[in-house]
């Protein structure tokens, strides 16, 4: 029989990236516009999120996607880090491009993306769109691609803040039905990670290991797995 630990299924991080588990504390303008999109209400249909890393854009992207899908409508999330292939997506009725800082000194990704644009002009296809910097700064681009870039409706997210990262720790326990006593939730607060990413990807991995284990978190668990980071 297999050991105990293999029947441990893997926490998949973007099921939990959900408008619901959104902590916008902040950023609530962007959080609403994105779900105005998604919902078909908004009077742009492209959306531009920019801000720091580990603010939010990706939790956002990944949530409106799934409020589509939840509709019954398809949805896609492309990772522009990751060469994606564009072809076709004009089809969808949301795409959602992350990390479109990659667009810089990569012509073929930018002659792609632009004729996705163009292709996308002619159907009912919501565009949201995330980077750290502003179109207008993402520095040498295609002049038409930029031009159709700068069209996009623009809304900045705000670095997280000590309150928000409480609110998410709090949030993410809850959710992955993860009962951390006060002690580790302190420690998180006095010794974890202070951006996003690091946080949520730790909290996902105490998750795993606890469940492994078949035990609650302990403070000893959680400095053994910020240690082996």
């Not at 908004?42 to 509709?71: E, N, V, Y």
């Not at 564009?86 to 632009?114: M, T, V």
């Not at 159709?148 to 409706?153: D, E, I, V, Y």
Request: hydrophobic residues 40%; positive net charge.
């Amino acid at each position: 029989m297999s050991p105990p630990e293999q029947l441990v299924l893997p926490i998949h991080p973007a099921r939990y990236q959900t408008f619901a588990s959104f902590v916008d504390t902040g950023n609530e303008l962007a959080r609403e516009s994105v779900w105005q999109l998604a919902d078909g209400i908004s009077l742009s249909q492209q959306l531009w999120l920019t801000g720091p890393t580990a603010c939010g854009k990706t939790h956002l992207l990944q949530a409106a996607c799934q409020h589509i899908r939840q509709q019954g409508t398809r949805a896609i999330y492309v990772d522009m880090n990751r060469q994606p292939c564009l072809e076709g997506l004009e089809s969808l009725d949301l795409i959602a491009l992350d990390n479109l800082d990659a667009l810089q000194s990569r012509p073929s990704l930018q002659e792609s993306l632009f004729h996705l644009l163009n292709r996308c002009q002619t159907r009912p296809c919501r565009l949201l769109a995330a980077s750290r910097l502003p179109p207008g700064q993402l520095g040498t681009l295609l002049p038409d691609l930029q031009s159709r870039l700068l069209a996009f409706q623009q809304v900045r997210l705000h670095a997280i803040t000590d309150t928000g990262l409480q609110a998410v720790t709090h949030n993410l326990c809850r959710q992955l039905q993860m009962d951390c006593p006060p002690a580790v939730q302190r420690h998180l607060q006095l010794h974890g990670p202070r951006e996003l990413h690091g946080l949520t990807a730790l909290l996902f991995r105490l998750a795993e290991t606890s469940l492994r284990l078949k035990r609650r978190p302990t403070l000893p668990l959680l400095r053994e797995l910020m240690q082996a980071k």
